[in-house]
């Protein structure tokens, strides 16, 4: 950190002696992971300073809005519309579910058998670590899977700003209406919230700003096609994670600046592994920082990741919203309409994400794809067996991983995904 937070991270009630632990933690982590890597595009350097920075100057500059009178709003799930929060003049920030914290203390409020990313929200909060969720003005917790579902009613307890926002399960036309008027509620909470009337021009803006974050996002994704790939599969990961927590108009630039750098990467036929190195796609559950597992183990075993199939990733970011309506029934329309499309597991049948794996398999054309699902995590681990048999199918070598936040099981991992390289390489 560049200046001393002590007093901010006091005056946020966290456990100071924890939280310097789990900085430590983080600060290894990210010196052994993304700093050993070679040959990065020089870009990635503003993304190191945001990480070093992530519970300093980040949450100063949240304090600092604040203090001027703008809202921050925590939530744990891409379905949270980020549009109708800016439009509001509040920043929308994703909660840290990406890491085992006080798992103790966690599994006397949650059965032991509860996702790694749902006991991870509950450890930074009861471990007094977090200090996005203690500068939330509101928590919205969202019905997508029942682990989530229920865990917010003990949450409830815990926090004392919880919004619920209902969630539809079928993609169908009663389903839509259930999740168009849970964003019209959505939006008169934020109003609420922030004395702010939410108008057309307001909701313009706001997806505006949010469209041009995918934008830039967007074009990083296109540029992963290349062969040499042109950026590892971690810088990537760190760029879809860091969407959630930065400033989004300096986001974008500097995605945009990385882009820039590496379009001529491209040019000069320049990666950052060799051309022979086998591509692979991940898909399944979100990673949230700093679970880095899966990935650093992929790119160590010499492969590269393209693309992921996640909602730290395409599904999260794949679509734009519409800004051409004209009245604010016509914008909050356009965002339904867009995050209608999101293919979470929670949804069934849910034969778009499918098509999604398959489409992105072949336009990043992989040679293997690792579906990683987090144990208990029902939705994803019971979507990965068809995920598998039409990828093999098509003649697309899988490998299905279950895993969670601990390091135990590292040896293990890394056998079976070199195996699976070296099977891929073969073929
Ligand atoms: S996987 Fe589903 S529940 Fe989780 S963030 Fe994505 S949309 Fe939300
Ligand atoms: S990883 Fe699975 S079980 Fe955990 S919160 Fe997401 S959808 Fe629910």
């Known amino acids: 950190m560049s200046e001393n937070y002590r007093s901010m991270w006091e005056s946020l009630g966290l456990d100071l002696k924890a939280h310097d632990a789990l900085l430590d933690v983080l600060g290894k982590g990210y010196r052994d992971i993304f700093l050993a890597q070679k040959n990065r595009p020089q870009g990635m350097r503003y993304f190191d300073f945001v990480m070093s920075e992530v519970h300093g100057l980040r949450i100063k500059e949240l304090l600092d809005e604040k203090a001027a009178g703008r809202k921050v709003i925590g939530s744990f799930c891409v379905f949270v519309p980020e549009e109708i929060v800016r439009a509001a003049d509040a920043t929308l920030v994703g909660l840290c579910t990406g890491a085992d914290f006080a798992i103790d203390e966690v599994e006397k409020y949650l059965p032991r058998n509860t996702c790694s990313l749902i006991k991870s929200a509950f450890g930074f909060k009861l471990g007094r670590v977090c200090p996005y969720i203690e500068s939330s003005d509101m928590i919205v917790g969202e019905n997508t899977c029942d682990g989530k579902k229920k865990s917010y009613e003990v949450l409830n307890s815990l926090v004392p700003n919880l919004y619920i926002m209902d969630l539809p399960q079928m993609k169908s036309a009663e389903g839509k209406a259930l999740l168009k008027a849970e964003y019209h509620r959505f939006k008169e909470a934020v109003e609420k919230l922030t004395g702010i009337t939410i108008d057309a021009a307001r909701l313009k803006k706001g ?3 949010v469209n041009n974050k995918r934008k830039a996002i967007h074009r990083l994704m296109n540029l992963r096609k290349a062969n040499p790939a042109p950026i590892s599969g971690l810088d990537a990961l760190l760029t879809n994670q860091v969407f959630f927590y930065d400033n989004p ?3 974008t630039d500097s995605v945009n600046k990385i882009c820039d750098e590496v379009e001529k990467r491209i040019e000069k036929k320049e990666g950052v592994f060799t051309e022979s190195a086998p ?14 597992k899966l990935p650093w ?7 590269v990741i393209v693309g992921e199939e996640s909602c730290v990733g395409e599904r999260g970011t794949r679509n734009l919203t519409d800004d051409s309506g004209k009245s604010t029934d016509d914008l909050m329309d356009a965002i339904t309409d867009r ?3 999101i293919d979470c597991a929670v949804f069934t049948p849910n034969t778009d994400r499918l098509k999604h794996i398959m489409e992105m398999a072949e336009t990043y054309k992989v040679d293997g794809v690792i579906h990683y699902g987090l144990q208990f995590c029902q ?3 019971m979507e990965a067996i068809p995920v598998e048999k039409a990828l093999v199918s098509k003649n697309t070598s899988t490998l299905r991983i279950d895993t969670d936040y601990s390091m135990e099981d590292i040896g293990q991992l890394k056998t079976r995904v ?3 390289i070296e099977m891929v390489k073969v073929k």
């Open 339 to 341: 995050y209608f499309k």
């Open 418 to 420: 070199e195996a699976f």
């Open 249 to 251: 108009v300096r986001f």
């Open 379 to 381: 939705p994803y681990l």
């Open 297 to 303: 183990i992929i790119e160590t075993s010499g492969a």
């Open 207 to 209: 997806i505006s700003i």
């Open 279 to 292: 591509r692979i796609l991940l898909s399944g559950c979100p990673m949230a920082v700093p679970n880095w």
